[in-house]
């Protein structure tokens, strides 16, 4: 089920915590949210969610608009909040049992979800216990657990890694994706690992409005520009070696990365290479190539480049 988000804007007071954002998420598809603390992400998705008025524009699930029929968009939605919202003294069965009547589950259907969540979720040697009893880990499980029990279509998770051990995050990790390939998710992080790992797209939302939309790759290469290219160059003098690769046409700038070897950090001109043009002055000069490779730029750099300004 597609989310259609449309010149999305909210306020408090003078201060647009969302601006005039537009996006679309499809089936089967994980989008993560990433942006830095206070750039908008956790308002737009309980905007989406439908717990929280918002000024202008306009939010569809499959066809029906928030404003319109939000009863019908709610109970297509799974929403598990940042801050997991669990009754800590009842049971893991009482309490899924309770938000299985809440979402008005038939009661000849609620046993049967109840024992597919615990499958699902990994709950099973757990399920016994109050939840006040459990890890953090498996609090994220129940809560998981909670947003998934009335088969939505649509999953909104806000930050539904914080606070786990790495062990768990991977967990939690697996479980989406897994998830993931049935349902619209869209799952919010300033984690920039957790994000690449676990989402198909990634949008990078900055001071209310998108800055970046695609996928990690995508994202990469629209930032790098120029190709960078890491070469070590063994044979020659340093300074001559230096002096050869300034000369080069296609060759932007070149620096000296290590003054113990003859390792050189080659920016190439706009829309031009440079592999083939320093392999021909190697040959002519005797000199070889011992490295040469690629400078991938980071998910941190872009987002630093695009959250920073």
Not at 100 to 107: D, F, G, I, S, V
Not at 283 to 309: G, H
């Amino acid at each position: 089920m597609d989310i259609v988000v449309e010149n999305l804007t909210k306020s408090y007071g003078t201060q647009k915590a969302v601006d005039n954002i537009s996006f679309k998420v499809h089936t089967g598809e994980v989008l993560g949210f990433l942006g830095p603390n206070g750039a908008g992400k956790t308002t737009t998705m309980r905007a989406i969610a439908c717990s929280l008025d918002h000024d202008e524009g306009k939010i569809s699930i499959g066809g029906n608009t928030t404003a319109e029929n939000p009863n019908l968009v709610k109970s297509r939605i799974g929403y598990l909040p940042e801050h997991n919202p669990l009754y800590t003294d009842m049971d893991i069965i009482d309490y899924l049992q309770f938000v299985a009547r809440l979402h008005n589950l038939p009661k000849e259907k609620i046993e049967g979800r109840i024992a597919e969540m615990i499958q699902v979720c990994g709950l099973e040697a757990e399920k016994h216990k109050k939840i006040n009893e459990l890890s953090k880990g498996y609090r994220q499980r129940v809560g998981l657990a909670q947003a998934l029990i009335h088969d939505p279509e649509v999953l909104i998770l806000d930050e539904p890694t914080t606070g786990l051990d790495p062990n768990q995050i991977v967990e939690i990790r697996e479980l989406i994706r897994k998830i993931g390939r049935e349902k619209t998710v869209i799952l919010s992080s300033h984690i920039l690992a957790e994000v690449e790992a676990t989402c198909d797209r990634i949008m990078i939302i900055s001071k209310g409005k998108i800055v970046a939309d695609g996928s990690s790759e995508e994202l990469r290469k629209k930032s790098e520009g120029n190709e960078i290219l890491n070469v070590q160059i063994e044979g020659g003098d340093k300074n001559t070696v230096y002096d050869a690769l300034k000369k080069l046409e296609t060759v932007e700038m070149a620096d000296i990365k290590n003054t113990d070897k003859t390792i050189y950090e080659i920016q190439s001109k706009e829309g031009q290479a440079s592999a083939k043009a320093i392999f021909d002055m190697c040959v002519k000069n005797n000199w070889y190539i011992a490295q040469l490779s690629p400078i991938e730029t980071k998910l941190e750099d872009v987002f630093r480049e695009l959250t920073m300004n």
